[in-house]
């Protein structure tokens, strides 16, 4: 195979979770769970703690009320783990919202742990469990050919239902998208799949020959219509799980061998 992934033994180059709240946190309880998110945090090395500030969305005016630009921000804390003064896995918690990311990924099992850690560091003082509206888990996954670049078939699936991808020539830069909603698996809310595929031209200072890099990014988030999900956390393995296949049916036999998936 004339391409690498992102790193030796996997292609993700980002994960994300990212989880909507269906009743803002209050400011008393967002202020009794810094003490133990601090502390769940800290035993990942997500040491390095900034106070932010996460916008209020503004309200659906009625009509013929004009929307007033900006307006009020609420709070959000930040936790993070630095490499060499880059960034490398964010944890972070407003009012509305949290979410967590990582760059330097290795596997779902650690970094789920880190997700449900801070979790039940927040249920001790307010109850996260019971008011989660919305869940997405996104993947980003990266493959950088030879020198001089390679066929993008080598790493893609022809033969995925998903998605259509260009064949009048398999070395030529694109961008593909496509997406859905699934109404039926959640009768009282909805399923969104996000798929986009990058083929650019890239070139190393030291390399002067092209090479092509392919970045494939695979969402799913699952959305309450009413109140809140139950259970989140096995919902967020859930859908991990349902990505995982995805990935697996957008790439060739050729590539998930050389990437050790299976599903």
């Known amino acids: 195979m004339n391409w690498e992934p992102a790193h030796a033994d996997h292609s993700i180059d980002n994960v994300q979770v990212l989880f909507s709240f269906s009743e803002p946190i209050d400011p008393d309880s967002f202020d009794e769970v810094i003490i133990p998110l601090r502390q769940?945090?800290?035993?990942?090395?997500?040491?390095?703690?900034?106070?932010?500030?996460?916008?209020?969305?503004?309200?659906?005016?009625?009509?013929?009320?004009?929307?007033k630009i900006g307006g009020p921000t609420t709070r959000r804390v930040i936790f993070r783990r630095m490499a060499e003064n880059d960034v490398v896995s964010e944890f972070s918690l407003g009012v509305r919202s949290l979410k967590l990311m990582t760059s330097r990924y290795q596997r779902w099992a650690p970094f789920f742990t880190v997700l449900s850690d801070v979790c039940h560091a927040i249920d001790q003082a307010w109850s996260i469990s019971s008011n989660v509206k919305s869940i997405r888990v996104q993947y980003i996954d990266r493959f950088v050919s030879q020198p001089g670049g390679a066929d993008h078939f080598e790493v893609l699936s022809k033969a995925c239902p998903s998605i259509a991808l260009p064949t009048t020539d398999a070395m030529a830069a694109f961008h593909v998208h496509t997406g859905w909603f699934d109404y039926d698996s959640l009768p009282k809310g909805r399923i969104l799949t996000n798929i986009n595929i990058d083929a650019n031209d890239i070139r190393f200072s030291t390399q002067p020959a092209?090479?092509?890099?392919?970045?494939?990014?695979?969402?799913?988030?699952?959305?309450?219509?009413?109140?809140?999900?139950?259970?989140?956390?096995?919902?967020?393995?859930?859908?991990?799980?349902?990505?995982?296949?995805?990935?697996?049916?957008?790439?060739?036999?050729?590539?998930?061998?050389?990437?050790?998936?299976?599903?």
């Open 210 to 263: 092209v090479r092509r890099e392919l970045l494939i990014l695979t969402l799913r988030q699952i959305e309450s219509a009413t109140n809140a999900l139950n259970d989140p956390l096995n919902l967020t393995d859930h859908l991990h799980k349902e990505l995982k296949t995805l990935f697996r049916q957008l790439i060739s036999d050729e590539a998930a061998t050389r990437i050790g998936l299976t599903v």
């Open 40 to 67: 769940a945090t800290s035993k990942h090395n997500l040491t390095n703690r900034i106070e932010a500030q996460e916008p209020t969305p503004p309200a659906i005016p009625e009509k013929g009320i004009a929307i």
